[in-house]
Each structure stands twice: as structure tokens, then as C-alpha cells.
């Protein structure tokens, strides 16, 4: 494996000095780009997801066309309840679909914890060809889902704005609630290993609806499987955890093993320092801020630059970025942390 | 007007002692109710709204069925780009739709503020009819969209996850976008001085949005309007402001004039009473765990208590209960708070 030229990234999650923070961008690899359109167009998104060659292309497009610090692995959080046995269906513009919902003891009898990273050996087998294209450019990050955000979609059946009928489950059923997070964080925790030894140099933990549960209620769907994943993996590479809109949660968060942790764009800077002394935060631009124009983006980005500090931070955006953001914008977020503080 | 017999809310509101806590629901009056349904089979949603014998039935229903310590007039926060001259569309099932969305000066130039008040003049004389029919037994809250949420729909054109249309408009034409909030603004203190002169007891701003914003953007499109609004009214009769989603703004909201501040169940207590010195807080039940059952309920609405206490305190959902709350649930909650300590 080359040496890495660009180790920014690490550096930043391990707390060393750095001359300006790293930079990359939640779903950098996808919609916005053209040339991944070129793609979507002809490969459907599992055949995408599982040809590693495909994966490896989408995965370096944004490296070579807007130059961030680190590539993020490109693949799905859904590949989880693949795994266990659950059927995934992903129709183009209208989100994820489980059309078999779990709800009873049996539902959750039936998942295949063992074997599940074995089965998901195609994204290790990406991972490994993306080391070796990116030839030490900049480091790779691996990632997966937490347990409590894989839970809404195995029970939901699909997405939602507030997600009632998953958490009606942990609410009415908290021991099979508990079986079932159980279950998919042993297998999280397998599958992310596999990751790391296939060639990923820090992994991401995606809550992405961590924010709609109240804080006695983070503590005990949520909090507990992050915990665990990171133990098991912080020892192997450094660790982020994003449990988006769990602002309450910070402190907590910030007493775990992890080495990092995101933060979206309603958190205020000097809060998640107070909050989270030792870590090195991730974020928080807001993604419709790059639906403006390249002056007002890099003017936005140097005030948050200002407010984080240049060490122990990851300048990122609070969320996926658009579909709909021109490609010159993007690349102005990344200059901008690039150029700081010019 | 009768004497009030039931005024704890308005006790809550303005800092009295008080036994226990007042509570009520938001979107009490609704699809929850089997009452409702019938009257929604029958009438359509404008039909309902705009009918002060409709509006005043199911805003008393749940008065009668649940029995909560006050009264919200049944009514729809889009009213106010109606009376500005924006078509609204209300398909059952399938949330707003303002096909003539705004992005132009020369749209905002066609709003009409100048008697947009007298076109709600409906609402008014439902709040009256309402007064009438309530004798005295509990106070009746009248409300509007904040400007922000209510742009948020007039430029956006429907509902969205996360309003990023909407937000591009801000960022991209502040100068219009202020002159839309202020038009906004306008019509809704006159709106809202004429439900009061109608006989609403109380007035509640929904910022359902304003959670999308990032803090300083929160500053420049959100509390300014909330500001002028609470300014305008507070003389009038107490004002309530709730801005969902923005934890970060509670201690500037306790610096402007209004008598409470609504609050979602992510925010803690204890860090909702240090943020808001002097202010009545109101909130913050999550709307799914009315999904579980009444002795859950109970147990968790005698946790909430405790964490807030009974003084300057409205016990309610953290927002709008959802369609499939079963009815004993809903009464389950509102007991729950008359019989605390129990």
C-alpha cells in the first residue's frame, strides 16, 4: 500500500497540528455530478453498489474533479438489512423500499447476523481496488449506518419525516427493540472490521435519525450500539460518529472512544467545543448554502473556519450535499478550506 | 363574555401559582378523533375552515371528548397567503399545494396586505362563535404561521423535508426575501389583533421551520418577525412563540416580549429553564410515544413534570398529535397532568 501524500485528514482526528483544516463533503460521490449521472444512467444502484469497479469509479470521480482530503467508500447504509436477509428495494427518485417489515419475535428470529460482512465482501473488495486507484492521494473512509437509524427503515419499511411507526416499536416493544439494534450492530461491527482490513483508514457512523428521538430516549436506542461500534473498531482506525440533530447529546458522545464527531449546520460552533473538549469535530455548512454562488460560499466557509478553529476540525457540510448544486459551487467549498485563511 | 372558570393557562402564562400545570394539545382538534372524521368526510378542508359553525364544532370536540384546559381555534396557518391573493390547494392525504410559487419581485409586489385581515374575517367570527359556545369553561388560543414558515410554503410552492428551495431564496435574495417576511408580518399582527379583538385569549406563533435554519440565519429570517409580532400583540393579550427545531435560539427568544415559548421533546428541561429566565415554557411530550399506552403515558407525562415543574409550565406534545393516536391515549395525557402528583 502507497504512503499516504495527503494525510490532512488523520491528522486532524488524531489532534495533531495542522496548517489549515481537511475538507470533503457528505455524499460527494453522487447526484451532483455529472459524471456520475453518465453512470446512474446505464447501472442500476445495487449493480452500482456491487460491481467494484463501479464503485471504485464513483468513489474517485470527486477526488479527481473537486479535490477533497479524504474519499468516502461509495455504497449504502441499506446494505445492512441486505445482509441480515431483509429484501431492499431502491426505485430511482422515490427512496428505499423494505417491503418486509420487521415487528415480531420471529421477524427478528429470522435475520442472518452470521455471514452478513462475508456477503458484503463486494464493498471490502471495492474498498481494496479505490487503496490501490487512489494510490496514496488521500485517505479512505468506510462507513455504515447506526443501528438505531437501520432499525427505522427495517421496521418503517421506508422513509418518513418522523419515523412514528419505528419508534412506536422501541416505545411498545423495547426488549425486541433491543434484540434487533443488538443484532445489527454485531453485524455493523463485522462488516466495518472487514472494511479496515480491505484498506479504509477511518470509518463513519451515519445516525441520520438519531435527532428525532428525545434524549432519554437517545440513551437508550441509540447511544448504547454507538458505543459498542466504536470500541470495537477504535482500536483498528479512528472513528466519527454523526448522530445528525442529536445536539443534546454532544457531551455524552464526547465520552466515548470515538475520535471524531459530526455536527449539523444548527449547531452553534462555541457550543459543540464546550460540549466536546478532546474530540475533533466534523461539519457543519448547511448543504442550500451551496445552492448560492462561489463568493457568498467562500465568505460562509472562512466565518466557519473562524468560529471551529483550524486544529481538531474537519471542515464538512451538516448533510448530504444536493442533488441539485452546481458542480463550481462545490468546488468552491473545497477551495475555500483550502485557501484558508485567505 | 363570561367569566372565565377555567383560566390555569392563562395563570401558567402569566407566572401565577398555580396546583398542577395546565395542558393542551397541539392540533387537539383533528384527525384523531372519530368526530372529526365525520365532519371531514362531509366538508372539505376549506369548507371546514371557512364555515364558523364547522370551525367551532370540532375546535369545542375535543373540549368535550378529552378535556383539556384550553381551547385552539380550528383553523389552517396557510390562511394568510390565501388573503394575500396566493392560491392554496388542500388535496386529503397529499399536504398543501401554492401552484403560483414566489421568486419575483414583481410576485411580491402583487401581494395585497392592505386587507388581507378583513379576508379572514371567517376566522374571527368562528373565535366568536367559539367564545360564545365555550361559556367560560376554558380560554380560547388563537394562532398564525411565523413569516418564516409561511414564506417557507409560498416559495416553495408545497411541504418538503427540508425547504431547500425555500432556503436558496433567502440566501440568494435577502432583499426580497425581507420583503416578503415583512408583508407576511404585516397581515398576520393585523390577523391576529382582529382574533383577539374577537375574543382569542391567547395567541400561538407556529415557526415550524425555523429548525431548518442555522443560528445566525435563524437571526436574519426568522426572529425579527417573531420579534415585531410578539411587539404588536403582547399589550393585547399573552403570546406564544414556538419555533420547532430551534434549541439554539431559546435564550434570545427569552429576551423578546412574549409570555411562553413552545418547545420540541429533544430539548432537555433543565437546559430549556437555564436558556429561558422568566419565560413560561410549553411542550414538550413526544407526539409518538402517545402510540404506546396509558400507563406508559401517565408514567412518562409524570417524568416530564417533575423535570419541568408546575410553575410557568404548560404541559403539551412537542408538536401536532398524530392521526393514529387512539382517543384514550390523548385523554390518557391530558388526565395525566390534572391528576399529577398522583
Same mark, same amino acid.
Given at each position: ?176 427493540? %433491543?434484540? /434487533? #439494534?443488538?443484532?445489527?450492530? &454485531?453485524? @455493523?461491527? *463485522?462488516?466495518? +472490521?472487514?472494511?479496515?482490513?480491505? =484498506? ?87 448543504? %442550500?448554502? /451551496? #445552492?448560492?454562488?462561489?463568493? &457568498?460560499? @467562500?465568505? *460562509?466557509?472562512? +466565518?466557519?473556519?473562524?468560529?471551529? =478553529? ?33
Amino acid at each position: 500500500m502507497s504512503e499516504l501524500k495527503n494525510d490532512l485528514f488523520l491528522k486532524a482526528l488524531r489532534g495533531e497540528q495542522v496548517q489549515r483544516p481537511p475538507v470533503w463533503m457528505m455524499r460527494q460521490a453522487g447526484r451532483y455530478l455529472p459524471e456520475y449521472l453518465k453512470l446512474k444512467a446505464k447501472y442500476d444502484f445495487f449493480t452500482r453498489c456491487e460491481t467494484p469497479e463501479l464503485a471504485c469509479e464513483i468513489t474517485l470521480q470527486p477526488i479527481d474533479i473537486i479535490g477533497p482530503d479524504a474519499a468516502i467508500i461509495f455504497s449504502d447504509i441499506l446494505v445492512i438489512p441486505q445482509a441480515l436477509g431483509v429484501k431492499v428495494l431502491m426505485e430511482e427518485g422515490r427512496g428505499p423500499l423494505l417491503p418486509d417489515t420487521i415487528s415480531t419475535q420471529a421477524d427478528i428470529d429470522k435475520l442472518q447476523v452470521e455471514g452478513a460482512a462475508e456477503r458484503l465482501d463486494y464493498v471490502c473488495k471495492a474498498i481494496s481496488l479505490c487503496k490501490q486507484e487512489l494510490n496514496g492521494r488521500v485517505p479512505l473512509i468506510g462507513f455504515a449506518g447506526a443501528p438505531f437509524t437501520i432499525l427505522c427503515y427495517m421496521v418503517e419499511g421506508k422513509g418518513s419525516k418522523t419515523f412514528d411507526k419505528a419508534k412506536q416499536f422501541c416505545f411498545t416493544e423495547p426488549a425486541l427493540a %433491543a434484540q /434487533l #439494534l443488538q443484532k445489527i450492530t &454485531t453485524a @455493523t461491527i *463485522e462488516y466495518l +472490521k472487514a472494511q479496515v482490513k480491505a =484498506g479504509a483508514d477511518c470509518v463513519q457512523i451515519f445516525d441520520s435519525w438519531s435527532g428525532m428521538l428525545a434524549p432519554a430516549d437517545f440513551d437508550a436506542y441509540s447511544l448504547p450500539y454507538l458505543k459498542q461500534i466504536s470500541d470495537a473498531l477504535i482500536s483498528m482506525c479512528p472513528v466519527i460518529l454523526f448522530p445528525k440533530g442529536s445536539w443534546y447529546a454532544l457531551q455524552q458522545l464526547s465520552e466515548t472512544s470515538c475520535s471524531g464527531i459530526g455536527i449539523d449546520w444548527t449547531v452553534p460552533a462555541i457550543y459543540a467545543r464546550e460540549q466536546t473538549p478532546g474530540k475533533t469535530l466534523q461539519g457543519n455548512f448547511d448543504p %442550500a448554502k /451551496l #445552492l448560492t454562488d462561489p463568493q &457568498t460560499i @467562500t465568505k *460562509e466557509v472562512n +466565518k466557519m473556519i473562524d468560529a471551529f =478553529g483550524v486544529h481538531r476540525y474537519i471542515a464538512n457540510l451538516g448533510h448530504g450535499i444536493l442533488p441539485n448544486v452546481p458542480v463550481d459551487n462545490a468546488k468552491a467549498f473545497v477551495d475555500a478550506v483550502k485557501n484558508y485563511p485567505n
